[in-house]
Each structure stands twice: as C-alpha cells, then as structure tokens.
C-alpha cells in the first residue's frame, strides 16, 4: 500500500509558476512509476507529466516546454514545476504511483487544486 499526499496547488495568474509536490509512504518509492494527472469538472482525468523508476520522462502534448516532472527518491517525493500557466491548465492535480512490475499496484492522491486566472 502506498500513500500519496499533494501540495502545492494554489492561484495563480496566467504566465505564473507553480510547484506542485507528491510525498509517498508506505513502499519502496523507486519502484514505482509517478504520474500526475488532472481532471476538470465533466471531463475525464487525464496524463499530464509521467517519470519512470530510472527517471524517463513524458508529458502531454499541451505542457511540453511548460511543465517540468521530476523526483528525488530519497525524499520518496515527486515534483512537477509549471511555468507559464495557463488558464485551460486549470485543475485538480491528482499524483499517481504506479508498481513497476505488479499493474494492480496502482494508488492515486486525493488531488489538489490549481486555478489559473486570466
């Protein structure tokens, strides 16, 4: 079992930066793929930055060159900077942990919320 706690979420104005953190618990972080994902009210959650256990990234197509994932295994915590926020970035970010080898091992945060006004 693991547990995922975001923060970091807040208001920002558009072209603003944010940094969102994910502090996991409970298992070996470095054998886990994290992801963060957003949902908006009506719409499915959907990928937005995911890293690897040896820390290969990809991102969705609309934060590429914007967001930036990153994690510190030490800290069993993983980031994700966004820079030039946009409106339509505006979220619940949710964190996910996802076991390298075992696909049921698969645990979500409880999500925070990103607003980015214009």
């Known amino acids: 079992q693991v547990q995922l706690v975001e923060s970091g979420g807040g208001l920002v104005q558009a072209g603003g930066s944010l940094r969102l953190s994910c502090a996991a618990s409970?298992?070996?972080?470095?054998?886990?793929?994290m992801g963060w994902y957003r949902q908006t009210p009506g719409n499915q959650r959907e990928l937005v930055a995911r890293?690897?256990?040896?820390?290969?990234?990809n991102y969705a197509d609309s934060v590429k060159g914007r967001f930036t994932i990153s994690r510190d295994n030490a800290k069993n915590t993983v980031y994700l900077q966004m820079n030039s926020l946009k409106p339509e970035d505006t979220a619940v970010y949710y964190c996910?942990?996802?076991?390298?080898?075992?696909?049921?091992?698969?645990?979500w945060g409880q999500g925070t919320q990103v607003t980015v006004s214009s």
């Open positions: 996910n942990a996802q076991h390298v080898f075992y696909s049921s091992r698969n645990y």
């Open positions: 409970g298992s070996i972080f470095s054998i886990y793929a």
């Open positions: 890293i690897s256990n040896v820390g290969s990234t």
